[in-house]
């Protein structure tokens, strides 16, 4: 009965390459994101998501696509990773696009070789 | 621009003192406050929110606008208390900008 769950938990990848992160909700929640948590423990938001409107953070490069299939899904896709995208990424979900409680998933941890 | 400031990175306390982690923001809107904590090898979660003014766990944490702080403070740490604690100000567009985080130890 998880409520935010993401695959894989851990991904190893040599530079250059493309992957996905998929996340997967199933609380109802209309709104999703992504965010990313550095080595520092940083976390910032990447991207959020509600029904039609996607809402990016400028400082995400466009290698970084957010996809969603349906409202209880939000893959991230990443083109030709670097080095500096090895982190641990959380996909979290809220119920509208106000000011609600986001419920995180587990988190993905990157790690680009 | 919004900015959320934690200025420790660590603090360590003994059980059962007082614990106060900081948290200051700096926002042109209406804040909407929040401090979500993440225990060893568990996901974040929410601890508290400003707007339901309550206490959890034994947290307590109150908007102070004229400081533009969002404090979070226990009377009793307790040993299950260490974790990485979050202050976070969520924005119009439902966006959650986090501080750099507290990692809290509380020692036996």
């Known amino acids: 009965d998880t409520a935010v769950s993401q695959t894989p938990k851990y991904l190893v990848t040599q530079m250059g390459n493309d992957k996905s992160i998929k996340c997967e909700q199933n609380?109802?929640?209309?709104?999703m994101y992504w965010y990313k948590q550095d080595s520092k423990k940083f976390l910032k938001i990447m991207f959020s998501?509600?029904?039609?409107?996607?809402?990016i953070n400028e400082t995400v490069p466009n290698r970084f696509s957010p996809k969603s299939p349906d409202k209880a899904h939000l893959n991230l896709h990443i083109n030709s990773l670097e080095l500096g995208d090895s982190a641990v990424y959380f996909c979290?979900?809220?119920?509208?696009?106000?000011?609600?409680?986001?419920?995180f998933g587990p988190g993905t941890r990157l790690t680009v070789l | 621009a919004q900015r959320v400031t934690q200025p420790e990175k660590l603090l360590s306390v003994f059980k059962g003192a007082p614990v106060e982690l900081k948290c200051n923001y700096s926002y042109s809107g209406s804040p909407e406050l929040f401090w979500y904590v993440q225990y060893s090898r568990q996901r974040l979660q929410l601890l508290l929110r400003h707007i339901s003014r309550e206490s959890i766990k034994g947290f307590t944490a109150d908007l102070n606008k004229g400081e533009t702080s969002f404090h979070l403070k226990k009377p009793f740490a307790q040993e299950e208390d260490s974790a990485m604690y979050y202050c976070?100000?969520?924005?119009?567009?439902?966006?959650?900008?986090f501080g750099t985080g507290t990692r809290l130890t509380v020692i036996p």
């Open positions: 976070a100000l969520m924005t119009g567009a439902n966006n959650l900008f």
């Open positions: 998501y509600n029904n039609k409107e996607l809402i």
């Open positions: 609380l109802g929640h209309d709104t």
């Open positions: 979290a979900s809220s119920p509208g696009a106000g000011p609600d409680t986001q419920y």
